[in-house]
Every structure is written in structure tokens, then in C-alpha cells.
């Protein structure tokens, strides 16, 4: 029995609109809006209506095709030209998690050999289908890999949500805890809340409090505390793009959760689909961070803690060197070293 069934999907597709979770909503309200255009779709992912590095690739899948559905001509290039405009348009959204130009890029490769642009609108809707069914698949493939990491009774913290709404379902780093409660495996987890946006208070705690997973919250500052003091077998967090040298750049905190995991000893994973490596790219110095608003570090809500035209600094992600990261987990497999051969030998196999 999946213990999913009181998570909401993050995405549903109606064959003529997506309709989105509401994750700034979540966890008092479950609402859904509907994105009509390939801009209402681009607006939910900038808002973080829809948010984790697989969601908003698909999410942007389905907004690629909204967006070419209505470009008029039935001239094969200008259609190609336009649809490359709003591909452009959608990845500009947001810059670090690359599962977002990943999905976008893989529909314009898949119908860039149509005859005819209904064709190749066809074939972008439907690739795009083919993506979101594909995905929850590979989760699972993440998860079982991730538990093999694992054992009955372990304990495991982790940061922001790599969860099943950051996906298609069941998450990434989530992933091997929905499945070891499916498994009948004690397991429980400790989650930050995940400053200054809180995906690990509303989101994760959230998730798996309703699939009846023992989750403990706290503070991102409690997490010496908590290694120095309590038994946690590993942690185990998603990413946004992972270079080809197993830099990984993920929600910010990620970085000092892995120098304490160091420092303690304990196993630090990362869980991510292939979608997540950018084997184009050496390290994670060239990971582009995303800059966020200053309201979010300078507000709560509507609730201002801090005094105005303070200076602020919100980069939403930091990079994890490899050397820091245990094990990489993914569909594929689990990767401890070599990541640069593992990667290209995985991805000349596709
Ligand atoms: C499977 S979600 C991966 C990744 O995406 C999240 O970022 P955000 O909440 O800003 O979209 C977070 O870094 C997760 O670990």
C-alpha cells in the first residue's frame, strides 16, 4: 500500500491545462491553479507555486507546449524559431536547477525532425506526457537504490523538500523513506525547516507527518545540536544540478549539513534523477546560484522581522563539493567515486 495517498499531485495535466499544486499554500490549504498559458506557467514556477528541480522541468514540459500550441504559422522554421523563443522564455524562470532546461531542451531535440508544425506540436505534448509518467518510475528506481543505503530502524535527517510534490511523486531523497514505510521498515526522519522559505517546516514535515512517517522538525541552527546529541544514521538530501565531477548545488544550508555530517561521521547522499546532472559542466564553480528576493530573508509572511533597507543576502542554493558527498544516489545506480566516467558511460547508454 503506497503511503502517498494523502499527498496531492504537484502536477495534472487535463490534456489541455495544467493544473498546479499550490506549494506556497501548503500545509493549511490544498489548492490547485490552473495554468492556461505557457506565462501562467512560467509565473508558478518564479512564485515557487510549483517548485523541486524534477517538478518544475516537467512543469515547464507542459508550458513549452501551451505555449506553441498557439503560435499560428504552418511554416516548419518560423515555428521552430518561436517555439526556441519560448523555450528561452521558460528556462530563464529559474537558472541553477538545470532539470528545468533539461526537459524544455529534450522536447525541442525529440520534434525537431517533424515535417509539419502540427506534427511537431503533437509531438511536444506528448513527450511532455511521456516525461511525468516516466518520472514517478525513476523516483522509485532513486528510492530502492537509496534504501539499500539504509536499514529497519534508521534514522535520517534531511533538508528542504525532495519530496513526492517536488516530483511526479514519491521525491528523491523522500523517496526511500515512503518506501520504507510501504516495506513495513521502522524508519523515521528529522527535517530543517529550511530557512528563508521553509520547504522542510511546510512542505516536508508536512509530507510525512500525512504518510505516517515519524518526522521530527527543527531549526536549521539545531543540527549540531542534533548530530552531537541524537543517533542519525545519514542524511540525505535532493539537488538541483550535479556537475560532472559530483559538485552538487542544492537548496541553501545543504553545504554546512554536509561539513557537520564530516565532522560527525555520517553518511551524507545525495538522491537525484540523471535529469539532474549537467555533464557540460566541470565543477560547481560554474553553477549559476539563483539570487532571490530580499523579502523572503527580511519577512515572514506579511510579518517583518527585520528593520527596512537592511542589507541582505538570499542565494537560494549553495554547492556541496564532492569530496563531502558520500554517495550519489540515482536511477542508475549508486556512485561513490569517478563521477565524471560513470556519468558519460551512463549517458552514452541512453
Ligand atoms: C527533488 S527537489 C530538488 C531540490 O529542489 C529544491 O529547490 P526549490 O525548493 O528552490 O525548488 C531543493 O533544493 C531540493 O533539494
Not at 140 to 169: F, M, P, Q, W, Y
Request: glycine content about 6%.
Amino acid at each position: 500500500m503506497t503511503t502517498l495517498q494523502q499527498i496531492p499531485e504537484s502536477l495534472q495535466w487535463n490534456g489541455e491545462t495544467l493544473n498546479i499544486l499550490d506549494q506556497t499554500k501548503l500545509p493549511l490549504e490544498i489548492v490547485y491553479i490552473e495554468a492556461t498559458s505557457l506565462q501562467d506557467v512560467r509565473e508558478a514556477i518564479v512564485k515557487l507555486q510549483v517548485r523541486g528541480a524534477p517538478a518544475i522541468g516537467l512543469a515547464a514540459a507542459y508550458g513549452l507546449y501551451l505555449g506553441v500550441r498557439d503560435i499560428e504559422t504552418d511554416k516548419i522554421e518560423e515555428f521552430r524559431e518561436q517555439s526556441r523563443r519560448f523555450a528561452d522564455e521558460l528556462i530563464s524562470a529559474r537558472p541553477t536547477a538545470v532539470n528545468l532546461a533539461w526537459a524544455v531542451e529534450k522536447l525541442l531535440q525529440l520534434s525537431s525532425d517533424a515535417q509539419s508544425v502540427a506534427e511537431a506540436k503533437f509531438i511536444i505534448m506528448e513527450e511532455a506526457i511521456k516525461l511525468h509518467l516516466a518520472d514517478e518510475a525513476t523516483c522509485k528506481e532513486i528510492g530502492e537504490n537509496a534504501l539499500t543505503l539504509l536499514h529497519d530502524g534508521a534514522a535520517v535527517l534531511t533538508h528542504c523538500n525532495a519530496g513526492s510534490i517536488a516530483t511526479s511523486r514519491y521525491g528523491t531523497a523522500l523517496a526511500p523513506l515512503h518506501l520504507a514505510k510501504e516495506k513495513g521498515w521502522e524508519i523515521s526522519a528529522f527535517a530543517t525547516e529550511t530557512r528563508p522559505v521553509f520547504q522542510g517546516a511546510r512542505l516536508t514535515s508536512w509530507e510525512l507527518k500525512q504518510s505516517g512517517i515519524p518526522v521530527t522538525l527543527l531549526t536549521d541552527n539545531m543540527v549540531g545540536y542534533l548530530l552531537q546529541n541524537k543517533k542519525v544514521d545519514a542524511i540525505i538530501v535532493g539537488a538541483d544540478r550535479i556537475t560532472a565531477n559530483g559538485d552538487t548545488a542544492n537548496k541553501i544550508g545543504t553545504l554546512q549539513l554536509a561539513i557537520l555530517a564530516n565532522y560527525y561521521q555520517i553518511p551524507f547522499y545525495v538522491a537525484a534523477p540523471l535529469s539532474t546532472i549537467d555533464i557540460s559542466i566541470e565543477t560547481g564553480k560554474e553553477i549559476v546560484i539563483e539570487q532571490r528576493d530580499r523579502s523572503e530573508v527580511t519577512n515572514i509572511g506579511d510579518l517583518q522581522i527585520a528593520p527596512d533597507g537592511i542589507d541582505v543576502l538570499n542565494p537560494a542554493f549553495d554547492v556541496t563539493p564532492n569530496e563531502l558527498i558520500t554517495a550519489i544516489i540515482t536511477e542508475n545506480g549508486i556512485v561513490t567515486s569517478n563521477y565524471r566516467e560513470t556519468f558519460l558511460r551512463w549517458g552514452n547508454e541512453e
